[in-house]
């Protein structure tokens, strides 16, 4: 039997929906607040959590932040409702991580209708991930990170979003939600290239042999893909400032490009609109980026490795933590150097050394 938590500070909902539900042959349990709903959901772990957004103390945002960061809740399906238009949109609440959107007032249909969709497509979704788990397990002797499903879903919600809501959505809305679809995309391309080629690295799979010399123009070509995939996520082309001189480097094309787009993604990351990110590439061979964002400790510097990431509860960190463990692969990889130099508070400059003729 399927499991359904309500939380919503109205009585009369509660009970009626409660009801409704139990009837329909769902297990329901119910909580007044956000703080009660999340000890409920704690202990008793629903497959769906049905949450209004308004209500004192915590919010529905602030339940389905928590919903999302804990390890035993966050495949639970959730839904926002609520009868204010102006709270929320449903492409915000898709953005915040939730699976769909009701507003108020809706009927008991609406309700069954929206929650068998999420419970029959939460189906599908285990059923994927327990056979990409268990490959990944055989081949790649770990487990599939859960940061690979989050973009997906994004994806897979606001499509939802369109295709229900497309013949009354204003054209600003649906391009607003479209390039929310690109974004999430490209988050799942990069966080699947990211962690294959980790795989890649500790498989010693590599040809060995030196990389090549590339032209002036081959490398600021591969510099600038890696910076056009960064604006892909980050839209922030006005405070990236590269300054490339005319140098040939001996690099592998493609891991350079990654080398560019993993440090300013990370510079971007640490450091918020409007600080400028610096890119710059001197006539040595010298690829450094240099961010205003809160630093890094010696202690933190020397622990840079996969599946590392510091402060992610403080600072809600997207992201597998593969950045710089990745960038530190692939300059050994090309027989570079790379060094970290970090204020707390002031920012961090990384650079990597390549070679030249």
Same mark, same amino acid.
């Given at each position: 039997?399927?499991?359904?938590?309500?939380?919503?500070?109205?009585?009369?909902?509660?009970?009626? !929906?409660?009801?409704?539900?139990?009837?329909?042959?769902?297990?329901? #349990?119910?909580? #007044?607040?956000?703080?009660?709903?999340?000890?409920?959901?704690?202990?008793?772990?629903?497959?769906?959590?049905?949450?209004?957004?308004?209500?004192?103390? *915590?919010?529905?945002?602030?339940?389905?932040?928590?919903?999302?960061?804990?390890?035993?809740?966050?495949?639970?399906?959730?839904?926002?409702?609520?009868?204010?238009?102006?709270?929320?949109?449903?492409?915000?609440?898709?953005?915040?991580?939730?699976?769909?959107?009701?507003?108020?007032?809706?009927?008991?249909?609406? *309700?069954?209708?929206?929650?068998?969709?999420?419970?029959?497509?939460?189906?599908?979704?285990?059923?994927?991930?327990?056979? +990409?788990?268990?490959?990944?397990?055989?081949?790649?002797?770990?487990? +599939?990170?859960?940061? !690979?499903?989050?973009?997906?879903?994004?994806?897979?919600? *606001? &499509?939802?979003?369109?295709?229900?809501?497309?013949?009354?959505?204003?054209?600003?809305?649906?391009?607003?939600?479209?390039?929310?679809?690109?974004?999430?995309?490209?988050?799942?391309?990069?966080?699947?290239?990211?962690?294959?080629?980790?795989?890649?690295?500790?498989?010693?799979?590599?040809?060995?042999?030196?990389?090549?010399?590339?032209?002036?123009?081959?490398?600021?070509?591969?510099?600038?893909?890696? *910076?056009?995939?960064?604006?892909?996520?980050?839209?922030? #082309?006005?405070?990236?400032?590269?300054?490339?001189?005319?140098?040939?480097?001996?690099?592998?094309?493609?891991?350079?490009?990654?080398?560019?787009?993993? +440090? &300013?993604?990370?510079?971007?990351?640490?450091?918020?609109?409007?600080?400028?990110?610096?890119?710059?590439?001197?006539?040595?061979?010298?690829?450094?980026?240099?961010?205003?964002?809160?630093?890094?400790?010696?202690?933190?510097?020397?622990?840079?490795? #996969?599946?590392?990431?510091?402060?992610?509860?403080?600072?809600?960190?997207?992201?597998?933590?593969?950045?710089?463990?990745? &960038?530190?692969?692939?300059?050994?990889?090309?027989?570079?150097?790379?060094?970290?130099?970090?204020?707390?508070?002031?920012?961090?400059?990384?650079?990597?050394?390549?070679?030249?003729?």
């Amino acid at each position: 039997m399927k499991s359904i938590l309500i939380i919503d500070d109205d009585e009369v909902i509660r009970a009626v !929906f409660g009801v409704a539900l139990s009837r329909t042959g769902y297990r329901v #349990a119910t909580a #007044a607040d956000g703080a009660s709903g999340l000890e409920i959901a704690r202990r008793e772990r629903p497959d769906l959590i049905l949450c209004d957004i308004n209500m004192p103390g *915590l919010d529905g945002a602030a339940v389905l932040q928590a919903v999302r960061r804990e390890e035993r809740l966050h495949a639970s399906q959730f839904v926002f409702m609520t009868g204010n238009p102006n709270a929320m949109t449903p492409r915000t609440g898709m953005e915040l991580g939730a699976d769909d959107f009701l507003l108020k007032p809706f009927g008991i249909e609406e *309700l069954t209708r929206c929650i068998s969709a999420r419970l029959q497509r939460a189906g599908v979704h285990w059923r994927v991930d327990d056979r +990409l788990v268990e490959h990944l397990r055989t081949t790649l002797r770990t487990s +599939l990170p859960h940061e !690979f499903f989050t973009p997906l879903a994004g994806v897979l919600g *606001l &499509v939802d979003v369109l295709r229900q809501a497309h013949a009354t959505l204003p054209k600003e809305e649906i391009d607003a939600l479209l390039a929310d679809v690109e974004r999430s995309s490209w988050r799942l391309h990069r966080t699947l290239r990211n962690y294959l080629t980790i795989l890649e690295t500790e498989q010693g799979e590599t040809t060995g042999q030196p990389a090549a010399l590339l032209t002036v123009d081959d490398t600021r070509h591969a510099i600038w893909l890696g *910076l056009e995939s960064v604006q892909k996520r980050q839209h922030r #082309a006005a405070e990236i400032k590269p300054e490339l001189a005319a140098v040939a480097l001996r690099a592998y094309p493609k891991d350079l490009e990654i080398i560019v787009e993993e +440090l &300013v993604e990370n510079a971007c990351s640490f450091s918020a609109p409007p600080h400028p990110v610096d890119v710059r590439l001197d006539a040595q061979g010298g690829l450094s980026v240099t961010d205003r964002g809160r630093g890094m400790t010696r202690d933190q510097i020397s622990r840079i490795g #996969a599946f590392a990431q510091f402060e992610r509860k403080q600072h809600e960190q997207q992201g597998l933590g593969l950045g710089l463990a990745l &960038v530190r692969r692939l300059t050994q990889r090309n027989r570079a150097g790379f060094t970290l130099q970090s204020e707390v508070g002031r920012g961090t400059t990384a650079t990597v050394r390549f070679a030249t003729v």
